[in-house]
């Protein structure tokens, strides 16, 4: 009974102020908060308790405007995870030496010209009277972002689909901005915004990921409560929207930047299956569940059982993350994040590949002439970044059929060796004469005339180390 009551005032609410908005209240209020712990990253400056009726009722409101005459909705600062104490201070050495084995080789998700649409922008911020360390981080901050890549394309990957951060890109290398703020500007949230905002970092094409070089929180972001499935969906580009990560948090196995930019894309709604109060979930293990209440009455259930998942998004996909969920299902009919426009679905997701050819090589195919050639077998060993996305061999043959077989030795991180890959065949004018896409290894053939044949391999991402093997018969 008391559920429906508070629904119904929830409604009530919305459809003077926002009837656009989806979301039911839940009936949690922030002046319940759990109390300020600077160990934890928690405090409440900058925030005001949202006004009754507002967007922001039962979470935070960011005082200053978002241009449309608003504040930001917040649920407040996410406590570190045990072990991270945020005001202690991590040194450069330590921040570069945790970076050092994927530094030479981390590359972020590249999309596109980099540039156009949708993009994450990543800034390093720090305050006027702390030593700014940006240029020691150059090769640490990729790989950071890098991690939030893995997270998102594991997710992606189990859901059955693809899906790749739209970072903010210069010849796919992850552009990080250099931000000085005054001496109040790491302070708090609020701070930090506006004085971003006042620079110009105030796009409503932007997702705005901060390393703040500061121990105030853990992690902190904007999230509009909408459930709404739509493009139009507040948290897809209403406004500018802004993930905060101090720097004991930084690069996290558990990744508080995937936290963080999750938060900015719409998840976890307080109306999903498995959502709490404060923008998070309950079904254990998950990159975004955590008891958010305090001595509320969430308590959080291990339904996922295999504590590495603490690493990836949402248990069973059922709550914020599916690239397809099942007809009914909460997902397909509610916001997903899946869908926001921050993250692309790739060239070569299953949903729009050809299958792979089942043409087998055969030696019957083989026009029944002379003599018989022996068998001949090169192979070829490379990588694939980011930055190097295709990767072409080039081989001899007399007539007959070249056969090509790829294979993955390697994928970075989480990143996921069902990933698709395309193989091209090209003659010597460059033309492609057969193509095939499907997952490692994966083998093309062909009966080809006497010259020079191209094998070209691509993958979307991210960095693999593969083994080319062509075979003439
Ligand atoms: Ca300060
Ligand atoms: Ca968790
Ligand atoms: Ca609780
Ligand atoms: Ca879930």
Redo the contacts with the bound molecule.
């Keep these: 009974v008391r559920r429906v009551a508070v629904a119904l005032v929830a409604i009530g609410s919305l459809i003077v102020v926002t009837p656009q908005l989806a979301s039911s209240g839940p009936n949690w209020r922030a002046s319940e908060r759990p109390p300020d712990n600077p160990q934890r990253g928690v405090h409440y400056r900058g925030l005001e308790e949202g006004q009754a009726g507002s967007e922001c009722e039962y979470m935070y409101e960011v005082t200053g405007s978002n241009g449309r005459g608003q504040g930001y909705c917040t649920h407040g600062p996410d406590p570190a995870p045990p072990g991270i104490d945020v005001t202690r201070e991590r040194t450069t050495v330590e921040l570069v030496a945790g970076t050092a084995g994927e530094a030479a080789t981390a590359a972020v998700d590249c999309v596109g010209d980099g540039t156009s649409g949708k993009r994450v922008e990543a800034i390093y911020a720090v305050a006027s009277d702390r030593t700014n360390r940006y240029a020691s981080l150059t090769a640490s901050f990729p790989v950071w972002a890098a991690r939030v890549d893995s997270v998102v394309q594991a997710a992606a990957t189990a859901t059955g689909g693809e899906r790749h951060v739209r970072w903010l890109t210069s010849g796919c290398d992850l552009i990080v901005r250099n931000v000085t703020l005054s001496a109040l500007g790491d302070d708090n949230i609020a701070n930090t915004m506006s004085e971003l905002r006042n620079m110009g970092y105030n796009r409503t094409d932007r997702k705005y990921l901060l390393w703040v070089d500061s121990n105030v929180y853990c992690g902190i972001a904007t999230i509009w409560p909408d459930d709404s499935p739509g493009s139009s969906n507040r948290n897809n580009g209403y406004d500018a929207s802004f993930a905060r990560v101090d720097t004991p948090c930084w690069g996290n196995v558990n990744s508080v930047e995937a936290h963080e930019l999750v938060h900015n894309w719409g998840g976890v709604q307080r109306t999903a299956p498995h959502g709490t109060p404060n923008f998070h979930c309950f079904d254990e293990y998950d990159r975004l569940c955590y ?1 958010d ?7 959080m259930q291990i339904i996922c059982n295999t504590s590495s998942l603490e690493a990836q998004l949402d248990c069973n996909h059922d709550d914020y993350f599916n690239v397809s969920p099942a007809t009914g299902s909460w997902l397909a009919s509610h916001w997903n994040v899946a869908n926001s426009g921050w993250l692309e679905a790739a060239e070569g997701s299953p949903t729009t590949t050809i299958p792979p050819t089942t043409v087998p090589p055969t030696t019957t195919t083989v026009a029944p002439t002379t003599t018989t050639r022996p068998t001949r077998t090169t192979t070829f060993t490379g990588t694939i970044t980011s930055k190097r996305k295709t990767a072409t061999h080039s081989v001899s043959a007399a007539a007959g059929v070249l056969t090509a077989t790829v294979t993955f030795s390697k994928v970075n991180a989480l990143a996921v060796g069902t990933a698709m890959v395309k193989l091209d065949l090209l003659n010597a004018s460059n033309k492609v004469v057969q193509s095939v896409t499907g997952a490692s290894p994966l083998t093309l053939s062909r009966t080809v005339t006497a010259g020079t044949w191209k094998v070209r391999i691509t993958r979307q991402s991210h960095d693999v180390s593969y083994s080319l093997k062509v075979t003439r018969t």
């Design positions: 008891d209440d305090g001595n509320g009455p969430v308590s």
